[in-house]
């Protein structure tokens, strides 16, 4: 099967789902010719037209509420925010309009919208445009939150997230962007909710999101040769949360390491955690333990980024306490 | 300063009770006012809930013992305190027991290679580890851990488990033995003699043992029993929202008879007997792990409808085994209905120290003969049980025939009592 | 609102030379950025000032050392204009220890907080509600400081410019919102993103003078915000000055800069506000070409100085991480 990046996986998903379904359209700051910060859009302003590939000013409130007013309206918009830092500026929009809607009008109304925006440390953009900030709506009802690891679960979950009648905040790693991978050519979706096993193993289970997955798989690897098998399980979608896929994998193992970009504390890797505690708490055979980011923002040194950004070391160094 | 834990008096009646079950261990943190053991007494399992907060020093009796209220049986202290040789001696029976018990697991090895303790003794060890040994009835303290800081775990566990089964301890080897030496039959499980099954057990034999039993049987006749019921069922049940049912009918009949004939409301201890002014009637109660009997009090001073209710809140506690100690003592008879099972008539063992119980069978449509006609009639067979020591069989038949006269001609409660 | 004309006879030849040379400054600091950033050398994201220093610089020479002022994510020249250390700053840059924040802001971040720089800031509007803040503290010490908040035309389309700015109007207070129009939120053209021909009209809405300045030369700056500062000290509360500029580097450096033309570049370049200034300080006689080469060298030196130190600073230990950490 051919190979296409991530980014380039994300524009073929939107462009197949703008030719199919005309209601279909993008609206985000230098989205248009420019392309995004990262991109990702380049080129389809030409093939859609500046109505449907919209440019707006910087105002992130009314670029998440007017989707969601679009969205309400009868559109099916696909809102871009520059970095997921600046969701912060519409946190309002998001958690109390777009998340309530649905309910608070007695399903009466439905808001099929996407909102992407690129997340994560590791470019050295500092404390304003590296944070990982989806466990802050995956503590919102309403929202669904999506964080796919590779080309192909990007093209199928933003296909899935497009033609979901419920709002979708989709998050893209920007160091995932140049990763390269199979993605099948034809429109495919695949279900929201659902994770996937990315390497089967017996001993330890590594539950990690977004980028984590591929350092986790890394690891993996590498363990392999020494012989720990290491199963690598990706939730993809961060809510609602494949919880079986969890419990079932830490029932086989007996052993847990969630690896999560976020800060530590009350971070998504909590949430696992107490998931397979809850529900495979008889299964346990060594402490759970969490990778993720210590409790402060995100440094600009290149030293202090690396220390505060998980890492294979760290990854291995906590499936080696689950070991020994 | 070290605490005491004493086995607490749980019911008026109460003079010992068993430890069913330490529910914390030793080094355990406790807090005021949670559950630290749970004690039975008189059929009923009770939680007992700690005094004081602090650490659990040392247990001096164990499970499965019997101790006579306000003895001691744990200490309570805080870090600094250590248990005092006094105290060591006191305890020194229950350890050796729990040594033996150790030596029985372990004796491959001399000193058992004890698991990492953490911070207050509890043992670390994995979820699974745990889950493991308790399924394969292992002792977690005798085995020895490899898992991160000490901890036991799965493999430890299944390590041990491989070692017992290599190497049976000593009463292990004679059990599995026992029937291919003797050519007995297989056994299919065994279910060890505890709590509430050893009670009725001592119970049951003690009565048959001590009180000589006469049974007596009579035949009643329900078709104006039958007659009261059907009238006041229906409003019985919209008032009160239960079933009036035979059973209410006969209690009701039956404590009056009692306080016409009191010389089988009593019982016999050492060497008087008590003859008691209260009617409160035990009614046996069938439950998952065994039998028991609620006390309807004052069953005499109770209308249909009363006892009806009455019995229906004990029945249901007694199934979901939520009885009070009070609720299951103080009766001074007992009657135990097997009818629902369509047994037409059996006899029962008294409920010491009770002079007798009533054993009732199955209301059945039988052909009598009436005023020269054979009649088919519902008919009904009481049995009473009596302790001959106290009742003579005179007393039992005029009791027995009173009870049967209410039930034939059910108005005349209205004028008795 | 006329476009204000220059009256720079209160200006000294000493105070104009000061502005020279801290023009200067900014473009070769940030020239020698731009190099490192090629190099891989400075991480992440940076936006370079190149092109827009008489703005800072004429505004910053308005204001006693004592006042603050709120920088953007274009913000070096912001630093340097305000009296910022040229070192310091490029060791934050290379994320060094002994950088303006420990090495833990980098550029989109850097604060002289002694120095009365509340700060640069990686979010678009960022500064507004926090430079009224600082404006309020004044307001109510009665310290008679006053408050400089700089930003850019994309801002202006944020919420937060429209909540601060009536705040301030409403309470009267000591800032002055100066909007840097340079023509492009990135590649959003002010044609695009605004339906108005000036930004400085929307101070009709807040009840505020609006003043409109060519933002590239650097005494007319000076002057509309000399005028602002002295309602500010009045207690006549806030002005709104749109300065009219153009940078000359893509918005940071990824920029392709697909949304404009050479042609417009290099039309704008002709609008060099250092040669502008260089050219009348010739004709007014107040320096010479040799005395303009002589401080060129002078300050080109100060930035290798500055360069030097960043690189032979050390890295942070990695218990820094840890410090400034309370929750």
């Given at each position: ?324 | ?417 | ?199 400085a009209d929307r101070s009709v809405s807040y009840g505020i003078p609006g003043v409109i300045v060519d933002g590239n030369d650097v005494t007319s700056v000076y002057d509309a915000v000399s005028e602002a500062v002295k309602r500010c000290r009045q207690g006549e509360g806030p002005t709104l000055i749109e300065c009219k500029t153009y940078r000359w580097r893509g918005h940071s450096k990824s920029d392709i800069q697909i949304y404009r033309t050479k042609e417009e570049v290099e039309e704008w370049k002709k609008k060099c506000p250092i040669q502008r200034f260089k050219k009348r300080l010739i004709q007014e006689n107040l320096l010479t070409e040799e005395e303009f080469e002589a401080m060129d060298k002078e300050v080109e030196e100060a930035v290798e100085e500055a360069v030097k130190f960043a690189l032979d600073s050390p890295y942070p230990e990695e218990e820094e991480l840890f410090e400034d950490v309370y929750a």
């Open positions: 099967m051919r190979e296409i990046t991530y980014s380039e996986a994300i524009r073929e998903a939107l462009r197949q789902e703008m030719k199919r379904d005309e209601r279909v359209f993008l609206m985000g700051e230098d989205i248009g010719p420019f392309g995004g910060s990262f991109g990702v859009t380049r080129g389809l302003i030409d093939e859609f037209g500046k109505d449907r590939v919209r440019d707006t000013p910087i105002s992130e409130a009314a670029i998440a509420g007017a989707a969601t007013g679009a969205a309400v309206a009868g559109m099916r918009p696909v809102a871009e925010i520059m970095f997921s830092d600046f969701t912060t500026i519409a946190m309002d929009q998001l958690v109390n309009q777009t998340a309530k809607i649905r309910y608070q009008f007695g399903g009466k109304a439905r808001v099929p919208m996407v909102l992407r925006t690129p997340t994560g440390a590791g470019t050295g953009a500092a404390a304003q445009h590296s944070q990982t900030v989806y466990n802050w709506f995956v503590h919102v009802p309403g929202l669904i939150v999506v964080a796919p690891s590779t080309p192909r679960d990007a093209k199928g979950f933003l296909i899935s997230a497009i033609r979901n009648d419920n709002p979708v905040l989709f998050f893209e790693h920007k160091l995932l962007y140049s990763f390269k991978g199979e993605v099948p050519e034809e429109e495919y979706t695949i279900p929201l909710g659902v994770g996937e096993v990315k390497r089967e193993g017996k001993d330890v289970t590594v539950f990690a999101t977004s980028i984590m997955v591929h350092k986790a798989l890394k690891v993996a690897e590498e363990l392999d040769e020494e012989g720990i098998s290491v199963e690598v399980v990706d939730p993809r979608t961060l809510k609602p949360l494949d919880e079986e896929i969890l419990i079932q994998s830490v029932r086989k193992t007996s052993r847990l390491v969630v690896v999560d970009e976020g800060p530590r504390s009350g971070g998504f890797a909590a949430e696992a955690v107490a998931i397979a505690v809850e529900g495979a708490f008889d299964y346990l055979d060594a402490p759970v333990q969490r990778v993720a980011a210590p409790d402060t923002p995100v440094p600009y040194s290149l030293p202090l980024e690396k220390a505060y950004i998980p890492d294979e070391g760290k990854i291995r160094a906590a499936i080696q306490r689950t070991l020994k | 300063m070290l605490k005491e834990v004493i086995m607490p008096q749980l019911g008026l009646t109460m003079t010992t009770g068993t430890i069913q079950k330490w529910l914390k261990k030793e080094g355990d943190q406790l807090e005021k006012g949670e559950p630290i053991l749970e004690v039975m007494t008189d059929k009923v399992t009770m939680e007992v809930e700690s005094f004081d907060s602090g650490i659990l020093k040392k247990i001096v009796a164990r499970e499965g013992e019997e101790i006579p209220v306000t003895q001691v049986i744990a200490y309570i202290g805080d870090e600094k305190d250590e248990p005092s040789p006094e105290l060591i001696a006191r305890a020194t029976e229950a350890k050796a027991a729990l040594a033996s018990e150790a030596a029985a697991v372990a004796e491959p090895q001399k000193e058992p290679a004890l698991a990492e303790e953490e911070e207050g003794g509890r043992i670390k060890a994995s979820p699974l580890a745990r889950r493991l040994a308790q399924e394969k009835g292992l002792d977690l303290r005798l085995i020895k851990g490899s898992g991160p800081g000490g901890r036991i775990t799965k493999e430890d566990v299944l390590k041990a488990a491989e070692e017992k089964e290599r190497r049976p301890a000593p009463a292990e080897a004679a059990r599995v033995a026992a029937p291919q030496i003797a050519g007995a039959p297989q056994v299919a499980e065994v279910i060890p003699l505890t709590g509430l099954r050893k009670i009725i057990a001592e119970r049951l034999s003690e009565s048959f043992r001590n009180a000589p039993h006469i049974v007596i049987t009579m035949q009643v006749d329900m078709t104006q029993a039958q007659v009261l019921r059907d009238s006041l069922l229906f409003l019985v049940e919209e008032k009160w929202g239960v079933r009036l049912s035979y059973t209410d009918i006969i209690l009701k009949a039956t404590a009056l008879a009692l306080k016409e004939y009191p010389g089988l409301n009593s019982s016999l201890v050492g060497e008087e007997i008590k003859i008691y002014q209260d009617i409160n009637i035990g009614l046996a109660v069938a439950i998952p792990d065994g039998l028991i009997v609620p006390t309807i009090f004052g069953t005499d001073g109770l209308s249909l409808s009363e006892i009806a209710r009455k019995r229906e809140e004990l029945v249901k506690k007694a199934r979901e085994g939520s009885l009070s100690l009070d609720e299951v003592g103080g009766g001074t008879f007992t009657m135990s209905n097997l009818g629902m099972y369509g047994v037409e008539s059996f006899s029962a063992i008294i409920n010491p120290p009770q002079a007798a119980i009533l054993a009732v069978g199955a209301i059945e449509e039988k052909a009598v003969v009436r005023e020269g006609q054979i009649v088919i009639r519902p008919q009904l067979t009481l049995s009473l049980s009596a302790d001959h020591r106290m009742v003579d069989g005179a007393l039992a038949a005029q009791f027995l025939a009173r009870v049967r006269e209410l039930l034939e001609s059910p108005y005349l409660m209205l004028i008795s009592g | 609102m006329a476009v204000t004309k220059p009256a720079e006879k209160t200006l000294t030849r000493e105070k104009k030379l000061e502005m020279l040379r801290t023009m200067l400054k900014i473009r070769h600091f940030e020239s020698r950025v731009d190099e490192f950033f090629q190099r891989g050398m400075v991480r992440g994201t940076t936006h370079l000032y190149i092109g827009e220093e008489a703005t800072a610089t004429g505004a910053c020479a308005a204001i006693e050392p004592t006042d603050y002022i709120t920088s953007t994510h274009r913000g070096h020249g912001h630093c340097i204009a305000k009296g910022g250390e040229l070192p310091k700053m490029m060791a934050e840059l290379f994320g060094k220890e002994t950088g303006y924040c420990r090495g833990k802001g980098g550029s989109m971040h850097i604060a002289d907080v002694d120095a009365g720089n509340l700060g640069a800031n990686g979010v678009v509007g960022g500064g507004l509600a926090i430079a009224t803040g600082a404006a309020l503290a004044c307001a109510m010490r009665k310290d008679g400081r006053v408050v400089l908040c700089f930003f850019g035309d994309g801002a202006t389309n944020q919420g937060v410019f429209h909540e601060a700015v009536n705040l301030a109007s409403v309470w009267k207070l000591p800032i002055i919102y100066i909007c840097e129009n340079n023509q492009y939120a990135i590649s959003t053209s002010v044609k695009t993103a605004f339906n108005i021909e000036n930004i």
